[in-house]
């Protein structure tokens, strides 16, 4: 069963639309790589989204059953594809209308309850990331089921290759800003936050070659007021979590697992925060995914209605980011990597 989930969070109304940019590789030259995606990205259509009319009771109508009448979603394609007969799977699919920017996670939004018993939503930030990020896939790709990917701004522009990987395999890809900045430390300025988060969402776009989904994690899960505000003015939802796997400070995969586990079975559902970006992640996944199918639960896959918006200006500074292909601020483990003795 596909359901549509309703963004109904007050918030000014704006026009969502669809973007596209191409990041180019091969054998052009840098100059001439950027000059195609600066061209791309200066024609991108932008499509205006339907609004959305204001409801007397704002969660009567926040889910809804796809019409018969619509294509079936492509979940019943991916189970007849999936050569593992005893796999996790995907329970169900839904789509997020992001107007207004609604909030998924109740360690912060509280308002928008759409999961059941025994369901789950599997996240991962900080990526993408070599070795890691590909051993998530793989581990997802195993139990034919999927995530939402929240990519720095970055990590996509450095792992752009990755990051297409994310999206090719069917995972919904969102952002985590541009640099993991805390939107709320001390000195930071309401603009300073700003172009952390539109140019996060401009650099994923440019890494994927599409506009990705309206998607957006806080890093650290620190949300200032004025950020949450504007992201409603975006039509950008947010994400928290109903449970930290803090896999960041786990000492072994084991850990991770159990962490996990523990939890969710305590809550009986919720949105699992993971980091794609941590080694032992990818390691526990394997064994965590094969816990949840035994314990009963069931991923449910979050899509977005309408691909996100960028912001021209940003775009253009990612671009201009991307003329000095060989002057790089990337650490030596993202250039570096030991694959054999």
């Not at 596909?2 to 990041?23: D, I």
């Not at 207004?100 to 999961?115: A, N, V």
């Not at 890093?219 to 928290?240: C, E, K, N, W």
């Not at 072994?252 to 559902?269: A, R, S």
Request: glycine residues 8%; aromatic residues 6%.
């Amino acid at each position: 069963m596909r359901v549509v989930v309703a963004g109904l969070v007050a918030a000014g109304l704006v026009s969502a639309g669809v973007g596209s940019a191409v990041w180019m590789r091969g054998s052009a030259s840098p100059a001439e790589n950027v000059q195609a995606a600066e061209k791309t990205l200066a024609a991108a259509p932008a499509a205006a989204a339907a609004q959305l009319a204001a409801k007397a009771d704002p969660l009567a109508d926040v889910t809804g059953t796809v019409p018969a009448s619509e294509p079936k979603p492509a979940l019943a394609q991916a189970k007849r594809a999936c050569a593992n007969p005893n796999a996790l799977g995907i329970g169900r699919v839904v789509e997020i209308d992001t107007t207004g920017g609604p909030g998924f996670g109740f360690e912060h939004f509280k308002q928008l309850d759409f999961l059941s018993d025994k369901e789950v939503v599997l996240t991962f930030d900080d990526g993408p990331w070599p070795v890691n990020t590909p051993a998530v896939l793989k581990a997802l790709a195993d139990e034919c089921t999927t995530g939402i990917f929240f990519a720095v701004g970055k990590h996509a522009t450095w792992h752009p290759d990755i990051l297409r990987q994310v999206a090719a395999a069917g995972h919904t890809v969102g952002s985590h800003t541009w640099s993991h900045a805390n939107l709320n430390k001390k000195g930071m300025t309401e603009q300073q936050a700003k172009d952390e988060i539109e140019k996060g969402f401009s650099a994923v776009r440019l890494a994927l070659g599409a506009a990705p989904a309206p998607f957006f994690r806080f890093p650290q899960l620190q949300h200032p007021p004025a950020m949450v505000a504007y992201l409603g003015t975006r039509d950008i939802s947010m994400f928290s979590c109903d449970l930290d796997s803090f896999d960041f400070k786990a000492s072994t995969p084991e850990k991770i697992v159990e962490t996990v586990m523990t939890k969710v079975n305590k809550l009986g559902k919720g949105i699992i925060l993971m980091h794609d970006f941590q080694k032992h992640t990818g390691e526990a996944l394997p064994t965590l995914l094969s816990r949840l199918k035994a314990g009963g639960f069931k991923v449910v896959q979050m899509k977005a209605k309408a691909p996100v918006q960028t912001l021209a200006e940003y775009d253009a500074e990612v671009v201009k980011d991307a003329k000095l292909p060989t002057i790089s601020s990337r650490p030596v483990s993202s250039v570096v990597q030991t694959v054999g003795n």
